[in-house]
């Protein structure tokens, strides 16, 4: 007999794989903002930084509470 699918435990797995992604993506931007110094318009130094800075720790908070929250 096929064995069945646990469909919660599926869509938990496809939250925590989606969270992480998201969380890449986050950092990746920071970075970006920080080495163009771009964000839909050119930004100065500082402001580019500051805003890089925000973003990769975003991108880190969101990996972090994916793995204290994630149950698998």
Same mark, same amino acid.
């Given at each position: 007999?096929p064995?069945?699918?646990?469909?919660?435990?599926l !869509? @938990?797995?496809?939250? &925590?794989?989606?969270? =992480?992604? /998201?969380g890449?993506? *986050?950092?990746?931007?920071?970075?970006? =903002?920080?080495?163009?110094? !771009?964000? =839909?318009?050119?930004?100065?130094?500082? &402001? %580019? #930084? $500051?805003?890089?800075?925000?973003?990769? $720790? #975003?991108?880190f908070?969101? /990996?972090y @509470? &994916? *793995?204290?929250? %994630?149950?698998?």
């Amino acid at each position: 007999m096929p064995e069945k699918i646990d469909h919660n435990k599926l !869509w @938990r797995f496809t939250k &925590v794989i989606l969270n =992480v992604v /998201m969380g890449l993506i *986050y950092m990746l931007i920071g970075f970006f =903002v920080i080495k163009e110094q !771009w964000f =839909v318009t050119k930004l100065e130094p500082g &402001v %580019s #930084y $500051a805003l890089g800075g925000v973003l990769i $720790a #975003y991108g880190f908070f969101r /990996m972090y @509470r &994916v *793995y204290k929250n %994630s149950d698998l």
